[in-house]
């Protein structure tokens, strides 16, 4: 700990406990808005492998792949990201060859993430890899885990136990440490924030969270970057978001204590249940009340009853309709979820919201770019709304609308989208990553375009 502590205060940073959250990341200095606070490579990752999209070990990529011809679980890119993951996939590699084909199946990213774990402590032990300060990792704890979930991380850890095959094991350490995965393990996304994988971060882990953070995680490849998106004065403590903040009080308190096992008492939370709450819940979900606490509309509760129920009709067709790929049946179907939606939610109804990013999605992928973009820019205003500030998912979102204004020869346009995106995102992504040297680009060609066009008029 102590060593951990000498590493971060270089970086203008310690490790305190707060009354009621435990170990906390508390600033000794002051930092600005886009300043990178901490960054650090995973202790051990993995891809989110499925049957039909495997990705590289070292990288992430989905591209020319060549699966571990031993194990027969793990795919590489190439001899680089071979090199770099061979010391502790050698062990790995070992351990998974030894089990039978149906046995082979069984071996989730979770599961293949904790015997990492397991084998990169062991190496550490033995000196093979080497240990930083940065690597002092304890895993929080976690209480109150139903029995049936107990039950799933005992019959985990056996597997794990099966694959290691080391009299050291203790199983029950195992399932404990299953566990508390789902509140240390982080979600590793590509700059668009699509989940790609799954990976420990030591020091990260510690970060507390708010649903109003003062920092952002983001990942440059699998290195986690947390980036302040506020001044944070000295003293402070580093607070990022566990959750999509867009929901209402009470979706927030039900996914962090369902997920994490917390009660959040952040500045947003405390004021649950009071007018300025509940009114804004009224915006924000559907209207499953029969008198709107907005405008004070009174519906029929007969009518309400009707439309709720065929928007879950539609909604679960629409599920099966995606699952099973077929674009044309289901933009039919999340039309007129939209439609009947407009009838019973707010504008700014984060439900609503949610179908019309979907339509967004369908319509990228049938490639209608006029109809893409006019959802793209319906969905705008409430994210301007319920991601304020900051927001890498509301530059993202400006930063699709300028590149279908761009196609579409809206060149004017596309500049003010791109300009506030490239506002947004450098603060949250930084300026030097590959992502947003294309996203600088294209703003500088739509500014190219539109002053060869202001040219041409002219002469």
């Known amino acids: 700990m102590e060593e951990l502590q000498t590493s971060l205060e270089a970086r203008g ?18 930092f600005y808005p886009g300043q990178v606070i901490i960054s650090q490579e995973p202790y051990v990752c993995v891809p989110n492998n499925t049957l039909t999209e495997p990705r590289c070990d070292g990288c992430f990529s989905k591209s020319n792949l060549k699966k571990c011809s031993a194990c027969q679980i793990v795919w590489y890119c190439g001899s680089t990201c071979q090199k770099l993951e061979w010391k502790l996939h050698r062990l790995e590699c070992q351990a998974l060859a030894k ?17 990492k774990l397991y084998l990169k402590r062991k190496l550490q032990n033995e000196k093979v890899i080497s240990t930083t300060a940065m690597d002092s990792y304890q895993l929080k704890d976690m209480s109150d885990i139903d029995e049936k979930q107990l039950v799933l991380y005992a019959q ?40 790609q994988g799954t990976g420990l971060y030591p020091v990260v882990s510690i970060i507390n969270h708010s649903c109003l ?3 952002v995680l983001v990942f440059e490849g699998r290195l986690a970057v947390v980036r302040a998106v506020q001044r944070i004065p000295k003293d402070a ?32 939370c405390i004021k649950v249940g009071q007018y300025d709450d ?93 109809e893409a973009l006019k959802f793209c820019r319906l969905t705008i205003p409430v994210y301007e709304r319920v991601y304020p500030g900051f927001h890498p998912l509301l530059g993202l979102q400006y930063y699709s609308c300028g590149k279908l204004e761009w196609l579409l020869g809206e060149t004017e346009e596309s500049i003010k989208s791109l300009t506030k995106a490239v506002e947004i995102l450098r603060i949250t992504h930084g300026t030097n990553t590959p992502f947003m040297r294309e996203l600088l680009m294209k703003l500088e060609e739509a500014h190219a375009e539109a002053s060869y066009k202001h040219s041409s008029m002219e002469e």
Request: glycine share 2%.
């Open 99 to 115: 089990l039978d084909k149906e046995r082979r199946k069984s071996v989730t990213p979770t599961i293949r993430m904790m015997v």
């Open 156 to 195: 985990m850890a056996n597997l794990v136990n099966l694959i290691l095959q080391s009299p050291d094991i203790d199983i029950k350490e195992i399932a404990e440490n299953f566990s508390k995965f789902s509140c240390n393990a982080h979600s590793i996304c590509d700059s668009e924030l699509r989940p």
């Open 213 to 215: 953070p003062n920092a």
């Open 278 to 370: 509940i009114k804004e819940s009224a915006i924000l979900e559907d209207d499953k009340g029969f008198v709107c606490q907005q405008c004070g509309l009174i519906r029929n509760k007969e009518e309400i009853r009707r439309i709720v129920s065929d928007i879950k009709a539609l909604s679960d067709k629409a599920l099966k309709s995606t699952s099973l790929s077929n674009p044309q049946e289901a933009l039919i179907l999340y039309k007129n979820i939209e439609k009947l939606q407009k009838e019973v939610c707010h504008p700014f109804s984060v439900s609503l919201m949610r179908t019309r990013e979907k339509l967004l999605e369908i319509l990228m992928q049938l490639e209608e770019w006029k």
């Open 13 to 30: 940073l310690n490790v305190s406990n707060v009354p009621d959250k435990g170990r906390s990341l508390i600033t000794t200095k002051e």
């Open 237 to 268: 403590e580093v607070l990022i978001s566990y959750v999509d903040t867009a929901a209402s009080t009470m979706n927030r308190q039900k996914t962090l204590k369902e997920q994490y096992l917390f009660t959040c008492t952040c500045p947003r």
